[in-house]
């Protein structure tokens, strides 16, 4: 007999027999088992698209001259940044000291990236490409966000509420948007401007993820971490496609043509 987990309360499941789901299907196809990597095999594919799409990053602002080695851990940073910030701030140990199949994806993708810099021409070229890389980054990365929110939900203890509200919100955007301000020494420069769409997808993602399991919305719903986290890949990935082939730059192009 098959078992589900319902969930009883913020932080609380319990095994339940196999019972009528109507919304079964969001964790039982394909896709959905693609954006919760349900095998190892998924999970390396899009840890490996994840810091590929890293390296086109640094390899695209760092200087052609640079040293191997800046470049390097310039790319160990943008890849690994959220995961270094939010387990310091809940004691924990960093993901490039505690995970090895993190430094060997990297690893990899900087080779691709140092003895195949076409491939990143192929990347701009290629829809096809585009969209595979695209869709294995955001896939990571809501992972990511939905892991260190609910690290930082179980490790924060509650204060003026029955569960840590902010806390727990604060350390998932910062998980899936850290990267963005590695090297330190940029501050808080890349959000001069406003959120980028990473950041924004990391806020919203961590604080519906958070909000939907902490409360009484997911009582009684059957597998509702595995929902939920379905949920926020699906928009990380739509989100990271609009922004990957400027979905929403015809309004502001044609708004500069009228300019001149």
Known sequence: MQFRSINIGPGRQKPEAMVDDPTAWMVDGPLA????????EIKYMCMLG???MGGCKVFGAVSPDAAVSYKFVNMVLACTGGGIFVP???????VPL?????IIAISCSFFLHYFFPV??????ISPLFKICIVVMFETLRATVVCTFTKAAAANIPASQFS??????????????????????NKGLE????GLAPPMLTALLGAAGYHLYLSTSLSDGTIDAEKKAKVHVAAMFVSVGLAAAFNVAQPATVT??????
């Open 33 to 40: 088992g693609f954006l919760l990597m349900h095998t190892k």
């Open 50 to 52: 994840y810091t590929f």
């Open 88 to 94: 310091v701030f809940l004691n924990l140990i960093p």
């Open 98 to 102: 505690a995970t090895d199949a993190y």
């Open 119 to 124: 491939l990143r021409d192929v990347m701009k």
């Open 163 to 184: 569960f840590p509200l902010f806390g727990p919100i604060i350390c998932g955007s910062i998980a899936g948007c850290g990267a963005a301000f590695m090297p330190m």
């Open 190 to 193: 890349p959000m001069k401007n």
């Open 255 to 260: 708004a500069a043509k009228k300019n001149k």
